[in-house]
């Protein structure tokens, strides 16, 4: 009866507030959530929310269909008013159960204010399928004494008495409900408009002093659960620039995997008989299914994505012809992949001993002060951003083309094309550490001193795109 009594009272504290919400919900806070949100989700998704209030957030971040839950009729009321695109549902949240999937599951400031969690939380399967993510965010416990004072001061909006959770807490309970967390991150420093100031705040300042920040922003995705999945057809891609002599064992090494395996050679301006060994190789192996191309364009970036373009597996795979990375583990990757652990497998020679020679100490150093740098940057543990080896969907790799508009055409190696197009979508993203083997033909094609200096311009483009935005 207790809990049933703090039910009616919180609904009908909020039927109170409803009138009064349309002009708090302009407020400079509200703002800025909305523009986050409309960053963290692509455009034309199928998104729900719970606790959706007037249904502004949903709005903004422009769903091809969006459905808003409220257990306010009154709210609900204005918000079928303010955007009648948008489809608007009275019911708790706790007892809320969907008949149809979703892309996107949205609870903004809402875990502060249910009374089981955790239910609600698992309720949420009812509206998710594998692939679903659940966006969270709520308010840092630091900021509790500034909040009730801005209460006081009518500088914020009401609330009755609240759950106070930190990260930890969260997470534990998504855990415990079935959801796996992707990423974490803080978000907004200075919640008031105050031209310049507000800007530096939560644009340079925010991403650097995190435990400060006031909102705590999660996304999770189902656990995946072990279930009878399909086999994947599979594209290798293997660019390949002055490395003759590596071809033909590329071809015999490379393992047939899942429903199917196409090996595609791209050429990049070799000035040996790189071009010549291809088509000999391919001749010889026809029980092969085996893929030519000559590039167009320049670097290994534009190799892998003219690749990409003729690929036609389920799952594509980048492989290096100089076979420092053993194309035998390369089952490893779409087991990882196969088994919902992860959607892109990144591969990892910073783990194992290296055979001598495989990598100097030097370029060591830097690819584990990157591996930090990125890691920060991309929201999720990444140890070898450098690693040619990796994996992901083409139906993910499709959507990363789709919004490569947002980073550009800027990266020369290819990695930084997909990470970075990853973390944007919010995939969920796994090391697999390999065993670095030394070169047995050939030389690199990397020059430490010019790339690293690209690499650096790399960091800096991406943090601004992905971590100092307002």
Not at 22 to 50: D, M, Q, T
Not at 82 to 87: A, G, I, K, M
Not at 380 to 395: A, H, M, P, W, Y
Not at 397 to 416: L, M
Request: hydrophobic residues 45%; charged residues 25%; proline residues 5%.
């Amino acid at each position: 009866m207790a809990v049933l009594s703090t039910m009616i009272d919180r609904q009908t504290f909020y039927e109170q507030r409803a009138a009064c919400r349309a002009r708090e919900s302009g407020r400079f806070y509200n703002r800025l959530l909305w523009k986050h949100y409309a960053f963290l989700i692509p455009p034309g998704r199928r998104v729900l929310e719970l606790g959706c209030g007037l249904g502004d957030l949903l709005a903004a971040v422009k769903p091809a269909r969006g459905v808003g839950v409220d257990f306010s009729p009154a709210m609900v009321a204005l918000a079928r008013q303010r955007h009648p695109e948008l489809e608007f549902l009275t019911a708790d949240a706790a007892k809320f159960t969907a008949s149809e999937k979703f892309d996107y599951i949205l609870l903004s400031d809402l875990v502060n204010d249910l009374q089981d969690v955790q239910a609600v939380f698992e309720q949420l399967h009812s509206a998710a399928q594998p692939r679903t993510r659940l966006v969270v965010n709520f308010f840092n416990n630091l900021w509790r004494p500034l909040l009730h004072a801005a209460e006081r001061l009518g500088l914020k909006a009401p609330t009755l008495l609240q759950n106070w959770l930190s990260a930890d807490d969260v997470k534990n309970l998504l855990h415990l409900a079935g959801w796996e967390v992707i990423k974490t991150e803080a978000k907004i420093l200075w919640p008031v408009r105050l031209p310049l100031l507000d800007w530096i705040c939560n644009r340079w300042l925010a991403p650097l002093m995190p435990s400060f920040c006031l909102t705590v922003v999660i996304v999770a995705r189902p656990k995946p659960q072990p279930a009878a999945r399909p086999q994947y057809r599979c594209s290798v891609v293997i660019p390949a620039r002055n490395e003759s002599g590596n071809i033909e064992d590329a071809v015999r090494r490379t393992p047939e995997m899942g429903a199917g395996t196409e090996i595609i050679f791209v050429e990049g301006h070799s000035k040996d008989d790189t071009w010549e060994e291809i088509q000999r190789v391919a001749a010889k192996y026809p029980q092969r299914t085996i893929k030519v191309l000559k590039q167009k364009s320049r670097g290994k970036g534009g190799a892998v994505r003219e690749a990409f373009a003729a690929a036609t597996g389920d799952l594509l795979f980048i492989l290096d012809a100089d076979l420092t990375m053993p194309p035998e583990e390369l089952p490893k990757f779409y087991e990882a992949a196969h088994s919902g652990t992860a959607e892109f497998v990144n591969g990892v020679r910073l783990v194992y001993p290296m055979e001598n020679q495989a990598m100097q100490f030097l370029n060591m150093v830097a690819n584990k002060i990157f591996g930090l740098t990125f890691s920060w940057l991309l929201g999720q543990r990444i140890k070898d951003t450098l690693c040619g080896t990796k994996v992901l969907f083409r139906e993910d790799y499709e959507a990363i083309a789709r919004n490569r508009a947002y980073f550009g055409e800027f990266d020369p190696f290819g990695d930084f094309d997909l990470l970075f197009g990853a973390a944007k979508l919010n995939l969920r993203m796994a090391d697999l550490p390999i065993r670095y083997r030394a070169r047995t033909y050939g030389q690199t094609n990397i020059h430490r001193w010019s790339h690293g200096w690209l690499l650096l311009r790399m960091v800096i483009f991406a943090a601004r795109r992905l971590k100092f935005i307002s």
